[in-house]
């Protein structure tokens, strides 16, 4: 079965970090391309950063773009999105999921709470 199970989230103030993980498991990683989306309360849920382990290339909504960074270890099967700068505007819940998503893989999430 294909999973994909976010953690690392928090509170933190502004201005802080945070590493949040995407451990995936039941496809094949290195073919694959992985994305973060985030859903905050009232809104609907948006793409935050996508990689493509095919090749290592990497995308950024605006919103985050020179504050966030993603990566993969294909080692680990496992994405990364570090989070630095945060801002009240950053809390959400964050999710993982292929791209594009598909809906049989949204997992919880985790919360990223950012306190001003």
């Known amino acids: 079965d294909v999973q994909l199970q976010a953690s690392g989230g928090g509170l933190v103030q502004a201005g802080g970090s945070l590493r949040l993980s995407c451990a995936a498991s039941?496809?094949?990683?290195?073919?694959?391309?992985i994305a973060w989306f985030r859903q905050a309360p009232g809104k609907e849920r948006e793409g935050v950063s996508c990689i493509y382990n095919t090749d290592g290339g990497a995308n950024y909504a605006d919103s985050v773009k020179g504050r966030f960074t993603i990566s993969s270890d294909s080692a680990k099967n496992t994405v990364y999105l570090q989070m630095n700068s945060l801002k009240p505007e950053d809390t959400a819940v964050y999710y993982c999921?292929?791209?594009?998503?598909?809906?049989?893989?949204w997992g919880q999430g985790t919360q990223v709470t950012v306190s001003s």
């Open positions: 039941g496809f094949t990683f290195d073919d694959s391309a």
């Open positions: 999921n292929v791209d594009p998503p598909l809906a049989s893989y």
